[in-house]
């Protein structure tokens, strides 16, 4: 099993509010990603970063922002939620083997629902 | 277009069984393909990857097939279990970045019953 970590693992909140799910892994992976899925549909990147003070936006616009401070950590953030924002949120991690056949290791991930 | 496309969508097979998972994709240039496995409410896991000179792979009662030239793959399940009731996503990378873009499948739901 893989060691990347999400939490939280539900969330229910208001519209409006602000958010921060969080994403950790131990095992020293340079490059760090953020999938956002919804029931029956494909995984959809949103954020990766290639290491510290790297991050990129994906192919899916996303009103969320992300930073990398510490290689181990990925927090993403929604300044303000809204309804829209309601799917399964997903993080991985993979080896900068810089050869794209890079494994891509994910967490369990959050699924966030707003009302 | 780059696209992943999975067959069927959904299925239900009875414990023991086998079952064969289909993938076709379009992404080009092709570096590798991976099917993951995800189970409900958890994050997908590797089962195989296949580069294009692989044709088979297998992983205890999991086998991948790779076809490059036609450009499809499957996923064959032997002696199917409960706990093999997840969903299956086929997951092809490109050459084209660093990143190693990957396109993923919308999965196939497979249920198995007792």
Known sequence: EADIYQT??????????KITLECSQTMGHDKMYWYQQDPGMELHLIHYSY???????GDLSSESTVSRIRTEHFPLT?????PSHTSQYLCASSDRT??????????PGTRLTVT | KNQVEQSPQSLIILEGKNCTLQCNYTVSPFSNLRWYKQDTGRGPVSLTIMTFSENTKSNGRYTATLDADTKQSSLHITASQLSDSASYICVVSDRGSTLGRLYFGRGTQLTVWP
Do not use: H, M, W
Request: proline share 3%.
């Open chain 1, 8 to 17: 939280p693992r539900y969330l229910v909140i208001g519209t409006g509010k």
């Open chain 1, 51 to 57: 290491g510290v003070n790297s991050t990129e936006k």
């Open chain 1, 78 to 82: 929604l300044e303000s939620a809204r």
């Open chain 1, 98 to 107: 810089g050869t794209g056949d890079d494994e891509q290791y994910f967490g």
